[in-house]
């Protein structure tokens, strides 16, 4: 039916052998809508529902038609009714109308039930927390009318922190602003209550990013974005030895993004990175990061550090490790529109270090880490393939997206002010390989609403289309570009002096990766990876990213990973995933793990079927009790050694890890081998039968339990 005309008719002239199918059901249901029809010997196994309308603003004859392949054919017809029961034609031949009446179907014989699933890996008890983040709307395209995506909506960071001293680890959930501080104290006997106090009660005047303490002290990032105010503070220290705050670090044009501990002098005294996330209102121009000295309870702005850290990028993780094996922590940044960046440890300097890579069949050009740019989103450390050396897994924007369609070529973003009117514009642009230009990724309408100006430049659709981005954005000065030439999330194996690159499998790279959880949740002896997923703040254009659940990943040990399903795992979060921190907070020696989501509920999953293993705490200097950026390794009876393990504050999406360490294993532990943050080397005997132990600097070691 034409709008505005006569209606049409089209007789099909087609000669090819076909047969078709009505259905006579019992009433009310005459037409046997909703039944099931499928044929076989056909070309190719074939199938069809009864359907009642469906159409647009039509519907169809009862009949549905088939493909015959050849005349001689002999086609099986098979009808599943609404009820249950099932007809079954096996001799039909083509050209052929049968019609098949569901009062002489037979019922369906049912196989034998299968027997239960097993048990999952982890249980969801959330309800142990009934903790919902606050998330206060805010409308980042009315200041921006060009982004694609909202920088407001990154919370939260989900954080381990023995805040009361009480040798258990409590729960820390940062908020979005108007929200409290998600604190829950761990009562060691596998349960939680809510903190109250000072530090915790009052409504929060900002976002919130990520939060990392120590037995001494907490921090907590405040960003700046929303408001815009260069004033205030980029982060709220808490003495946990006391009930004061102190506002002692100062605020900064850049917002606050992830932070990070890590003696970097080495001097005994935890520093502090502060990444600078975005400039509010000017994204995505690189934001500027800090670098702060501890200072006997106190941070002292590392201007040389900083000056090294200015204009660094859109950093979104960072995390300190030792990378290069000299026994001092490097800093690993994770960015969007950018790469992964290193800074090598030299003498207590941070040093721009740009380690070779390979085996990147998609980007053949591409020998150094530095130049795979990426919307990397985080970053964490593990020995994944058993060598000792810290290996780098970073979690990227994923190929589910319209992006990937373009990534034969890089992708670009063009930013400043185009139009002289005050407002920083962005925009997004790849390569059509119609055209072979560079081209804006949004539509005409979309980018003059944000760029009124080009009405009269380009007044017509085909003018726009035949456009190539720079000739959009015309030759106003101050124009800035970055490209982006892998949304793949990676593991990045460390040879060296040289990187190994190796796509995570697939279920990572259905929707964007913010949190990564590194642990040995199975107890086999090797690290897995737990990551969250997905992504819903993008502009009206854009669809939504939310093709992850939670991706469980068993490490093999080799660098490999096996995908674990939720059915086995019992991971499953629909929701924006953000932060992720893994803790043994009931002691049982299995690491169990919280998951935090945006404006939803936070999960916490108890791990009950792993293979338990052995806890073990570091009795660390007076500045670094815990023994931060140490890295342990297992020694085995027959001299081999375990896959390596690092301490760290601050990795993955604004989140934190237990500092106490669980080692799985398929062989008995006969001791641990621990490099401390000063360069010392110690080998602690464990006893047998030991199931959480301390170790002290000297090497000496403590039965706890």
């Excluded at 201007?303 to 200015?310: F, Q, Y």
């Excluded at 199975?522 to 690290?527: A, R, S, V």
């Amino acid at each position: 039916n034409s709008v505005n005309g006569p209606a049409l008719v089209y007789r099909n002239d087609a000669t090819a052998p076909r047969l078709a199918v009505r259905l006579k059901g019992k009433p009310p249901n005459t037409r046997g809508v909703g039944a099931k029809i499928r044929v076989l010997g056909g070309p190719v196994p074939q199938s069809q529902e009864m359907i009642c309308g469906g159409r647009y603003l039509s519907g169809d004859d009862f009949i549905r038609v088939f493909a015959a392949g050849h005349e001689t054919n002999v086609l099986t017809i098979e009808v599943t009714w609404r009820s249950g029961q099932r007809s079954i034609v096996k001799v039909a031949r083509a050209n052929r109308l049968y019609e098949i009446d569901e009062n002489v179907a037979q019922a369906i014989q049912h196989p034998k039930s299968r027997p239960p699933n097993p048990p999952t890996l982890f249980n969801d008890v959330s309800a142990l927390l009934k903790h919902l983040h606050h998330e206060e709307d805010f409308d980042d395209f009315a200041r921006q009318p060009l982004l694609t995506r909202k920088m407001s909506q990154s919370g939260p960071g989900v954080s381990w922190c023995d805040v009361d001293r009480d040798g258990f680890d409590d729960l820390l959930i940062s908020s979005g602003r108007g929200g409290r501080t998600g604190a829950f104290r761990n009562n060691g006997r596998g349960g939680f209550e809510a903190f109250s106090g000072a530090r915790f009660d009052a409504p929060e005047d900002r976002d919130q990013t990520a939060a990392i303490g120590t037995p001494h002290t907490l921090v907590v990032g405040s960003s700046n974005y929303e408001d815009g105010l260069v004033s205030g503070h980029a982060a709220r220290s808490y003495s946990l030895s006391a009930t004061n705050v102190f506002d002692d670090l100062p605020p900064q044009p850049s917002s606050t993004g992830p932070l990070a501990l890590g003696d970097v002098n080495g001097d005994g005294e935890l520093d502090l990175f502060v990444g600078g996330r975005v400039v509010p209102g000017r994204y995505p121009e690189p934001a500027s990061s800090l670098l702060f000295r501890g200072a006997r309870g106190k941070w002292i702005l590392d201007t040389e550090a900083s000056n090294v850290l200015k204009r660094v990028g859109l950093v979104t993780s960072a995390v300190f490790s030792d990378i290069d094996g000299d026994g001092a922590v490097d800093l690993v940044l994770a960015s969007e529109w950018g790469p992964i960046r290193l800074f090598r440890n030299q003498s207590g300097k941070l040093v721009p270090w740009p380690p070779g890579l390979f085996s990147t069949p998609r980007n053949p050009n591409i020998s150094f880490l530095s130049q795979l740019t990426g919307l990397w989103n985080s970053v964490a450390v593990g020995d994944f393939d058993g060598d000792g050396r810290m290996d780098i897994v970073a979690g990227n924007g994923g190929e589910n997206t319209s992006y990937q369609s373009f990534l034969r070529q890089p992708l670009h973003a063009y930013f400043g002010d185009f139009n002289g009117d005050g407002v920083f514009d962005v925009l997004e642009a790849g390569f059509d390989s119609s055209s072979g230009k560079i081209v804006p990724l949004r539509d005409s309408l979309v980018v003059v609403r944000g760029l009124p100006q080009l009405a009269a430049r380009f007044p017509t659709y085909e003018g726009y289309g035949k456009a190539s981005a720079r000739e959009i954005v015309g030759t106003p000065t101050g124009v800035q570009e970055l490209t982006v030439n892998t949304l793949q999330s990676m593991l990045f194996l460390n040879r060296g002096t040289n990187f190994e690159a190796r796509p995570l499998p697939l279920e990572a790279q259905l929707s964007a990766v913010f949190g990564i959880g590194v642990a040995d949740f199975n107890g086999d002896g090797d690290d897995d990876l737990l990551l969250a997923q997905n992504f819903f703040g993008v502009d009206g254009m854009t669809s939504r990213g939310d093709g992850g659940r939670g991706a469980l990943l068993h490490g093999n040990g080799n660098g490999t990973f096996r995908t674990v399903s939720s059915r086995e795992s019992g991971i499953a979060i629909h929701g924006e995933g953000r932060g992720v921190a893994v803790c043994d907070y009931d002691g049982d020696g299995r690491v169990d793990v919280c998951v935090g989501q945006n404006g939803a509920p936070t999960k916490l999953y108890h791990n009950e079927h792993a293979a338990p293993g052995l806890r073990v705490r570091l009795k660390g200097l007076p500045g670094n009790p815990q023994g931060i950026g140490a890295q342990l390794r297992p020694v085995f009876a027959n001299k081999t050694l375990g896959a390596a393990r690092q301490i760290h504050a601050g990795s993955g999406w604004l989140s934190q890890d237990s500092a106490v360490q669980v080692f799985g294993s398929r062989a008995t532990i006969d001791s641990l081998s621990v490099r401390w943050p000063d360069g010392k080397s110690t080998i602690s005997k464990v006893p047998p039968g030991a199931k959480e132990i301390e170790i002290e600097t000297s090497g000496a070691l403590q039965v706890r339990r």
